[in-house]
């Protein structure tokens, strides 16, 4: 975050609390919970699989931390890593697109990948989580504050 060097230390902390509150803010306006996650996994089978897939099942969980999502067809269930909230929606949209269409393909074969092509921004949100894998992989340098 970038401040005025004339501020004083006292409004440079009331600035940076008063931007922190503001991200918070827009950021819990950002995050679905699961019935609205739900419905949007609904939505997108409707408009890209003609409401095919349709999920027993979709919501956030904490204990996936090397997969974005992941869908046991068996079952219709559909769980994203709760690490997707506050992404951008084309992002969390190419996740649920991609697990619903586990429940009418298991497996990353031609057919699925076929299926995939339906959502218009799936090589975009996949190059971003890709981004986001890599960054945390990055070393931090020293010296560098992260505000």
């Known amino acids: 975050m970038l401040i005025p060097a004339r501020m004083s230390e006292a409004e440079e902390q009331r600035w940076v609390t008063v931007m922190l509150d503001k991200l918070a ?24 699989f003609e409401g095919r897939a ?13 997969r974005w999502g992941s869908c046991t067809p068996s079952e219709g269930s559909i769980r994203l890593s ?32 076929r299926l995939l092509e339906a959502y218009p921004r799936t090589e975009r949100a996949r ?3 890709e981004g986001v894998v890599a960054a945390e992989r990055l070393p931090h340098l020293p010296g560098v504050r992260e505000d």
């Open 82 to 113: 709760h690490r997707l909230q506050g992404m951008p929606e084309y992002v969390i949209d190419y996740v649920l697109v991609h697990e619903l269409a586990h429940l009418l393909v298991p497996g990353h074969g031609p057919r699925f990948w």
């Open 54 to 66: 349709r999920p027993a099942s979709v919501r956030w969980v904490t204990n996936q931390n090397t």
């Open 25 to 48: 803010a827009q950021e819990s306006k950002r995050i679905l919970g699961d019935d609205a996650l739900a419905e949007r996994a609904e939505r997108l089978s409707a408009q890209y």
């Open 127 to 129: 190059g971003y989580l």
